[in-house]
């Protein structure tokens, strides 16, 4: 079944594991169509790289609010004058020619939108990405395009630049196959995220090898499987390394780390390997992308075979400014809702990225017992969200403790005067009550495009993080003995 579905992005120290067993019926796939899919936008899709371009008009060019010749003029760029563009954007949903394809563009230090027929020299730079199960390929972003063929699942994907339909805010990305460009729904592929790929990599020879008579005829190639990239993350928020790097030859060391703009070490982690395999995750505890400043960066992991060195992964990515509200909803959405699937429940077993932050929040969870120990209650999820996220690391486990800890900590936690109306919410606000008759529960208030999400664990249901799309409980008080909504005061 190919699928082509909306999902969520988000980027953070969030681990992005390729999850392959997805299957979920969508609103793009071959077979049958989910309503809610339909319905829903992709906001929270990793970021594709930009493209440039030049005004072809030697009588300049108006810069536009909105993607109409019609619309308000933001300032007129000269001719030649150098554009970046971001995405482009279709007017209509089953056509494709220039007139209907519009790119939105910053220039002159405004931004807008130009038509794509009045830029030349249009140059795409590209990241690599996957596909994380059988997928169409078409003329335009949109399931009304036409479709041209199928990616195979864990097909290798070069994105120049992503796309949507004017009206409707799914991601697409428009990639490059031989000499052609084609769209995939971002849903289902991955950018910087590679399960495997064997490359040649050109040597950066740095450093000479001290016996080149033992040095063996020609480069190493690598293998990349299970890395994991930061694409556009929080400050303060920590992001999980993982992987390995499979060399053809004996590779010495290795340094994984974090480089700015300067081209200068930031974080790093020297390794020493002397096998044909790095395992990137040795270098993990070091490299705290939490304390990055907001800004542009490389991560990179350069390795040294038979004394030169070689960069098997090389990829930007940006630390963004935030508030402890925005960390806890992406934090929350990282770990119970990993692959932007419409709906996660994952039954008896965690993600990935969530048993690394349980680790961290609880290391000694597994003394627990039984029940606890899955790590799958409702106070165990929200106090690993507020430890990942960065807000808060000394939350206690239990749900009683948590009401009297927040309570109790004004330095960070502010109550939120709540009175059932939605407009006193912000996403990633914590509601905890007691309800007239049951137990006592606490979750995550999220908003997602426009949506209304209960992002929250149960046990014994061994529901180890999801988001639920019954949000009755934010709203309705008829059942509510006590209640209370705390929020980071920062």
Same mark, same amino acid.
């Given at each position: 079944?190919?699928?082509?579905?909306?999902?969520?992005?988000?980027?953070?120290?969030?681990?992005?594991?390729?999850?392959?067993?997805?299957?979920?019926?969508?609103?793009?796939?071959?077979?049958?169509?989910?309503?809610?899919?339909?319905?829903?936008?992709?906001?929270?899709? @990793?970021?594709?790289?930009?493209?440039?371009?030049?005004?072809?008009?030697?009588?300049?060019?108006?810069?536009?609010?909105?993607?109409?010749?019609?619309?308000?003029?933001?300032?007129?760029?000269?001719?030649?004058?150098?554009?970046?563009?971001?995405?482009?954007?279709?007017?209509?949903?089953?056509?494709?020619?220039?007139?209907?394809?519009?790119?939105?563009?910053?220039?002159?230090?405004?931004?807008?939108?130009?038509?794509?027929?009045?830029?030349?020299?249009?140059?795409?730079?590209?990241?690599?990405?996957?596909?994380?199960?059988?997928?169409?390929?078409?003329?335009?972003?949109?399931?009304?395009?036409?479709?041209?063929?199928?990616?195979?699942?864990?097909?290798?994907?070069?994105? !120049?630049?992503?796309?949507? !339909?004017?009206?409707?805010?799914?991601?697409?990305?428009?990639?490059?196959?031989?000499?052609?460009?084609?769209?995939?729904?971002?849903?289902?592929?991955?950018?910087?995220?590679?399960?495997?790929?064997?490359?040649?990599?050109?040597?950066?020879?740095?450093?000479?090898?001290?016996?080149?008579?033992? !040095?063996?005829?020609?480069?190493?190639?690598?293998?990349?499987?299970?890395?994991?990239?930061?694409?556009?993350?929080?400050?303060?928020?920590?992001?999980?390394?993982?992987?390995?790097?499979?060399?053809?030859?004996?590779?010495?060391?290795?340094?994984?780390?974090?480089?700015?703009?300067?081209?200068?070490?930031?974080?790093?982690?020297?390794?020493?390997?002397?096998?044909?395999?790095?395992?990137?995750?040795?270098?993990?505890?070091?490299?705290?992308?939490?304390?990055?400043?907001?800004?542009?960066?490389?991560?990179?992991?350069?390795?040294? !075979?038979?004394?030169?060195?070689?960069?098997?992964?090389?990829?930007?990515?940006?630390?963004?400014?935030?508030?402890?509200?925005?960390?806890?909803?992406?934090?929350?959405? @990282?770990?119970?809702?990993?692959?932007?699937?419409?709906?996660?429940?994952?039954?008896?077993?965690?993600?990935?990225?969530?048993?690394?932050?349980?680790?961290?929040?609880? $290391?000694?969870?597994?003394?627990?017992?039984?029940?606890?120990?899955?790590?799958?209650?409702?106070?165990?999820?929200?106090?690993?969200?507020?430890?990942?996220?960065?807000?808060?690391?000394?939350?206690?486990?239990?749900?009683?403790?948590?009401?009297?800890?927040?309570?109790?900590?004004?330095?960070?936690?502010?109550?939120?005067?709540?009175?059932?109306?939605?407009?006193?919410?912000?996403?990633?606000?914590?509601?905890?009550?007691?309800?007239?008759?049951?137990?006592?529960?606490?979750?995550?208030?999220?908003?997602?495009?426009?949506?209304?999400?209960?992002?929250?664990?149960?046990? $014994?249901?061994?529901?180890?993080?999801?988001?639920?799309?019954?949000?009755?409980?934010?709203?309705?008080?008829?059942?509510?003995?006590?209640?209370?909504?705390?929020?980071?005061?920062?």
């Amino acid at each position: 079944m190919s699928n082509e579905h909306r999902h969520q992005r988000g980027a953070l120290r969030f681990t992005l594991i390729i999850l392959t067993a997805l299957t979920l019926i969508c609103t793009c796939c071959v077979g049958q169509i989910n309503s809610y899919a339909e319905s829903s936008s992709a906001a929270f899709a @990793a970021a594709a790289p930009n493209a440039t371009g030049q005004v072809k008009s030697k009588k300049g060019l108006y810069l536009r609010a909105k993607a109409s010749s019609s619309s308000k003029k933001v300032v007129k760029l000269k001719y030649n004058t150098k554009v970046t563009i971001s995405k482009e954007v279709f007017l209509k949903k089953n056509k494709t020619s220039a007139k209907y394809k519009w790119y939105y563009v910053s220039a002159s230090g405004k931004k807008g939108y130009v038509r794509s027929d009045y830029l030349k020299n249009v140059k795409y730079s590209t990241t690599s990405g996957i596909t994380i199960s059988d997928l169409n390929y078409r003329t335009g972003p949109g399931t009304k395009m036409k479709k041209v063929g199928t990616f195979k699942n864990k097909s290798l994907l070069t994105v !120049v630049l992503s796309a949507n !339909v004017k009206g409707n805010n799914t991601v697409w990305y428009k990639i490059k196959k031989g000499s052609k460009y084609y769209y995939v729904c971002s849903d289902w592929a991955r950018l910087g995220v590679v399960d495997v790929v064997k490359t040649a990599v050109t040597p950066a020879a740095m450093i000479q090898p001290s016996n080149p008579a033992a !040095v063996p005829d020609g480069d190493p190639s690598f293998t990349i499987k299970g890395a994991t990239y930061p694409g556009s993350i929080l400050e303060k928020i920590p992001f999980t390394l993982l992987g390995t790097i499979d060399s053809t030859q004996i590779i010495q060391t290795a340094r994984v780390g974090v480089l700015d703009t300067g081209g200068n070490w930031v974080l790093y982690k020297d390794l020493s390997v002397n096998a044909t395999k790095c395992e990137i995750v040795k270098a993990d505890a070091d490299i705290k992308f939490g304390t990055l400043a907001p800004g542009s960066y490389t991560y990179r992991v350069a390795v040294v !075979v038979n004394g030169k060195e070689y960069m098997p992964i090389n990829k930007s990515f940006t630390v963004r400014k935030s508030t402890g509200s925005q960390r806890l909803a992406e934090a929350a959405q @990282a770990l119970a809702w990993p692959c932007g699937t419409a709906k996660s429940t994952y039954g008896s077993k965690p993600t990935e990225a969530y048993k690394f932050a349980l680790d961290a929040a609880y $290391p000694e969870h597994n003394s627990w017992g039984t029940g606890p120990k899955t790590g799958a209650s409702c106070d165990v999820f929200i106090g690993t969200v507020c430890d990942y996220s960065g807000v808060d690391g000394n939350l206690p486990r239990t749900l009683g403790k948590q009401w009297t800890y927040f309570s109790s900590h004004p330095e960070i936690w502010v109550k939120v005067p709540y009175h059932y109306k939605e407009s006193e919410l912000q996403s990633g606000d914590i509601f905890i009550y007691e309800p007239t008759s049951g137990s006592k529960h606490v979750c995550m208030y999220l908003k997602i495009d426009g949506k209304t999400y209960c992002a929250e664990a149960s046990y $014994p249901r061994a529901l180890y993080g999801f988001i639920n799309t019954s949000t009755s409980k934010f709203f309705t008080s008829s059942n509510k003995k006590k209640l209370e909504v705390y929020r980071p005061n920062f």
